[in-house]
Structures are given as structure tokens and as C-alpha cells.
């Protein structure tokens, strides 16, 4: 657990021996850190060369805790063909936490190693508390790391551990799957105008070896770290499984906490061939991309339907919802109509059906009532978490002499809008245009509509008011919003993510 640590300790040799006990012992010890050094060592190295291209920036996230200290001290002692660096958060929850950093950074100055500190101070968003917001923190941090890969410590016993509490919160196939040995970050969107930047892969190298092999390496090595005192608290689930249920669990299954860790393996591949499945049956069913129809999901048996469900509500972003949700949404499109339109509520978001076809869709972002009109030059605005792209043209789009006649601003729909995207045709109501386009109801709310002199002069998913068109030569600007000038509005909200 990251978060509260106190300071600096190592291993202890307990209990009282006689000088021939303490050799023996120290020879056993030291064949037991031999075989520690060979393991850690032997299997970082297999699973790097496998993974990191020679040349790659290798960063090791280091709490100050033991497991991240052996990473980054064994990748230091292979001398892989790769910079190597590493990255601590300090999250200023504990008083501690300025020596902890402190720790890390004479840690790392002591081998030459170049460290990065991020000062965050979490905050809570809705029903999150604090340790759950300085997680979501760190990752995000990671994310933002100038490394191509970062390198976490968790090892097989955290696996165990990570299974155990996830099937004790009713996890399904995939989140028994466990944690990944790598995976991608997704760095924040990417500021107006800039380019995305480029997130680091995450990968944890230790994940095959036990703790005790960790433990040894690092009493052979002497290495000193930093203790967490909130790892004893069993009032933490995670503590309470690591301290009283997998020792005693162990005395009888030797080999359980390996089993365990094996077992999210199983699961991993189990959750790979269930998405398979939903893949052949999404190309199946809706041939070319297309979007599915609600006639196609119900022709399909409960179970293959509660499983294409699942994979479009991931691939929409959205987290995994709980086998119950799964269930009642199942239940209530078998019930719909075709030509209803039906809204099933979600955790994080919906399912709706519109004109006979599926729509996942995440809770989106509030929209902003009205936002004032400038154009100094091409820009990119939000609305509503998703791009409004403004940019310059000549001969189309919207004619900034006609927008500089009155005072311009962006507003929401609130009804009885006209519009007259064709000089030939006579103006329109806002909500016939947008039928006829088959924008769906929930879009039409979220569409921004620039205004001028109280005249509308633009609908995104619509078009240009002939009144304000660009003549051939004129300069003009041309908006979009994520891409859409006219119709199909899609509901994706700027990408976001958090997985283990
Ligand atoms: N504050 C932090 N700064 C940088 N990396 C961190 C931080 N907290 C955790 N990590 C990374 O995430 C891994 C898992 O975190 P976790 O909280 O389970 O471990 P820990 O007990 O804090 O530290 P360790 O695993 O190093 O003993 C760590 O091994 C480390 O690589």
C-alpha cells in the first residue's frame, strides 16, 4: 500500500543462536540470498530483453518500499541496454512524506540514478475516498512519466492477494484475470492545439517471484528501506488477507499462494477467448463496424448477449459492471421493441436504443450553458468533453464578416430553433433537420449552436444558415465538433481509463 510509510529499516535476523547455530545459518542464509540474487536477476532479465527494445527509457516506480528498491538495484546490476531512471509520487497524505522522498533521492543519487518526484495532494471526488483518489493520481502520474516503459514491483504474493480480493468482491472472468504483466497508460488529453503525448507501457518484472525471493535479495544486498507502518493494519482488506488468511492458508497449501497467482492466468486467457467470442459475434451481427441492431443482440442465447454487452461497454470506455447489471440490462432490451426507444441505466453511463439500434454510452460530461464567440485563429474548445474544433478557410464554412456584424456566442438547444442550411429550400425547424438526420434524442440536447445578432447561425450535426455562408474567396471558419460538421453524432467522451 502506498500512502504511509515510516522510516527506514532492513531485515532483522529473530531469535537467539549458538555460534555454530549462527554459521549454519548464515551459510543457509547466504545460499538462500545466492539463489534469491540468481532468480531476481535471471528473471528480470529474461522478461526485459523480451519487452523493452535495447535504447528504450526504462523509468522504475519507486515508493521507497522494499519490492520497488530490489527492481530498480536488480535493473541497475544488469546494466540493460536501456536509460534507466526511476519516479516517486509523494502524495503529502502522511507527515512522513517528505522523508520518504528525501529516502528515494539519496537512494537514487547514491547510484547516480536519475529520479523524477511528483508533488500531488489527492482530492476525493464523488464516493471515492482518499487512498482510491491518490491511486487514481498516481497512475494518472505515471502516465505523464517521459519514459517509454515504467516498471511497477508488485510480485506473485500481490497477485494472490490482488485475486482473492477481487473474487471477494465478485469479480467476474476478467478482473480475476489479476494484474497484467503489461499493459498501456493513457496520458491526458492532449492540451488545445497540442499533439497527445506519448503515455509510457506499464510492466511489472517481478510478477513470477514470490516475496521471499524479494526479501532475500534484499538482505543479501544490505539494502535498507522504508517501512510502510500501514501495511500491519488490518483493518485494510488487502492487509487482512495478507496477514490472516494467506499464512494459515499456506501452512496447509504450500504451494496455495503460487496456485492462486497461476489461477489469474487461467482466468486472463478464459476473459481473452470470451472476447474473441464477442468479436466474431459483433462482425457476425453487425458486419463492416456497423452499429448493432437491438433484433441481432436478442437473437443471441442470454449468455452470449450478457457477453457482447459486456465487450461493447468496454470498448465505449466504460468500467466493468457487476453481473447484476449485466443481467437487468439483458432482461429489459429482450423486453424492447424494436421501435422503442428504451434507456437501461448503468453505473457509469447507459444503454439506449434508437431507430432499433444499440447506443453505449458513458455518463457524459456537464455542458456548458453558452460559451462566448472569439476567433483569433484556429483553436480548440470543449464542449462537453469533447473537441469544438474552429478553423480558418477561404470560401466555406461561416463568413466572419457576417459573424462580426452582431455579438456571437455558442448556446445549448432550448427549442423552436430554425435554420436554413439550403438557400434553395425554405428554413426549418431545428428539430425536423435534426430527425431527418437521425440524430438521436439524447445528442440533440448536447449539440452547441453558435448564435449571432439572435440569429442561428450554426448546428453542429446540421450545418451553415445560408444567411451566414461563406462567398467563393471569403474568409470564413469552419467548426466541427469531434469531427462531425453534419450529422452521425457519436458518444464517446474524450478518452479516460484506470485498470490495474
Ligand atoms: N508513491 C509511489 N511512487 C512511485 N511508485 C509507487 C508509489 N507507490 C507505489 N508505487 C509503485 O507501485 C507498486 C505497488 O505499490 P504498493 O502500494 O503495492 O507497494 P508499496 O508497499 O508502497 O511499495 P513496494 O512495492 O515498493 O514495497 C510499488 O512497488 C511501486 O512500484
Avoid at 495532494?121 to 505523464?144: K, N, T, V, W
Avoid at 519514459?147 to 514491483?153: E, P, S, T
Amino acid at each position: 500500500m502506498a500512502g504511509r510509510k515510516s522510516s527506514p529499516s532492513a531485515d532483522q535476523p529473530a531469535g537467539v543462536a549458538t555460534a555454530a547455530g549462527l554459521q549454519r545459518r548464515e551459510a543457509a542464509t547466504a545460499d538462500a540470498g545466492d539463489a534469491a540474487v540468481q532468480a531476481v536477476l535471471s528473471s528480470l532479465s529474461t522478461f526485459c530483453v523480451a519487452r523493452v527494445p535495447a535504447g528504450d527509457r526504462l523509468c522504475v516506480a519507486l515508493s521507497g518500499g522494499r519490492d520497488s528498491l530490489v527492481l530498480l538495484d536488480a535493473l541497475q546490476r544488469l546494466a540493460l541496454p536501456n536509460a534507466l531512471s526511476a519516479l516517486h509520487v509523494n502524495h503529502g497524505l502522511s507527515p512522513h512524506a517528505a522523508d520518504w522522498a528525501c529516502f528515494c533521492a539519496d537512494f537514487c543519487a547514491a547510484r547516480a540514478i536519475p529520479l523524477q518526484v511528483i508533488e500531488l495532494a489527492p482530492i476525493a471526488s464523488d464516493g471515492e475516498g482518499l487512498e482510491a483518489a491518490a491511486r487514481r493520481q498516481r497512475y494518472a502520474a505515471f502516465a505523464r512519466c517521459a519514459a517509454d516503459w515504467l516498471a511497477l514491483a508488485h510480485h506473485r504474493d500481490d497477485q494472490a492477494e490482488t485475486l482473492l480480493l477481487r473474487l471477494l468482491r465478485g469479480a467476474g472472468v476478467a478482473g480475476a484475470g489479476g494484474m497484467p504483466a503489461e499493459r498501456a497508460l493513457h496520458a491526458d488529453p492532449a492540451p488545445a492545439g497540442g499533439s497527445p503525448a506519448r503515455a509510457p507501457r506499464l510492466i511489472r518484472p517481478l510478477l513470477d517471484l514470490p516475496r521471499a525471493t524479494l526479501t532475500a535479495y534484499a538482505g543479501h544486498f544490505g539494502l535498507r528501506w522504508i517501512e510502510d507502518e500501514s501495511n500491519a493494519d488490518c483493518r485494510h482488506r488487502r492487509n487482512f488477507i495478507r496477514h490472516r488468511i494467506l499464512p494459515p492458508l499456506s501452512s496447509v497449501f504450500p504451494g496455495g499462494s503460487a496456485a492462486l497467482a497461476r489461477a489469474t492466468g487461467h482466468f486472463a486467457e478464459a476473459a481473452l477467448l470470451l472476447d474473441e467470442l464477442a468479436q466474431l459475434d459483433r462482425e457476425r451481427l453487425a458486419p463492416a463496424g456497423g452499429r448493432l441492431s437491438l433484433a441481432a443482440l436478442n437473437s443471441l442465447t442470454d449468455a452470449r448477449a450478457r457477453n457482447l454487452l459486456r465487450h461493447e461497454m468496454r470498448c465505449a470506455g466504460l468500467p466493468a459492471a457487476d453481473a447484476r447489471w449485466l443481467e437487468e440490462a439483458r432482461r429489459q432490451l429482450a423486453s424492447t421493441r424494436a421501435t422503442a426507444e428504451t434507456c437501461v441505466a448503468l453505473p457509469a453511463g447507459s444503454l439506449r436504443v434508437f431507430r432499433g439500434e444499440l447506443y453505449v454510452l458513458p455518463r457524459l460530461p456537464p455542458l456548458p450553458s453558452a460559451l462566448p464567440w472569439s476567433f483569433d485563429g484556429d483553436a480548440v474548445l470543449d464542449w462537453g468533453g469533447r473537441r469544438l474544433l474552429l478553423r480558418r478557410t477561404i470560401g466555406a464554412g461561416i463568413s466572419l464578416a457576417r459573424l462580426a456584424e452582431g455579438a456571437a456566442h455558442f448556446a445549448l438547444r432550448c427549442g423552436g430553433e430554425r435554420l436554413q442550411p439550403d438557400a434553395r429550400r425554405p428554413r426549418r425547424s431545428l428539430k425536423n433537420l435534426l430527425q431527418e438526420q437521425a440524430v438521436p434524442p439524447w445528442q440533440r440536447e448536447r449539440l452547441p449552436l453558435l448564435w449571432c445578432g439572435g440569429q442561428l447561425v450554426w448546428a453542429a450535426g446540421i450545418g451553415v444558415d445560408a444567411a451566414f455562408a461563406c462567398a467563393a474567396g471569403e474568409a470564413g471558419v469552419q467548426l466541427d465538433w469531434e469531427g462531425l460538421s453534419s450529422a452521425a453524432v457519436v458518444a464517446s467522451p474524450l478518452a479516460s481509463s484506470s485498470a490495474n
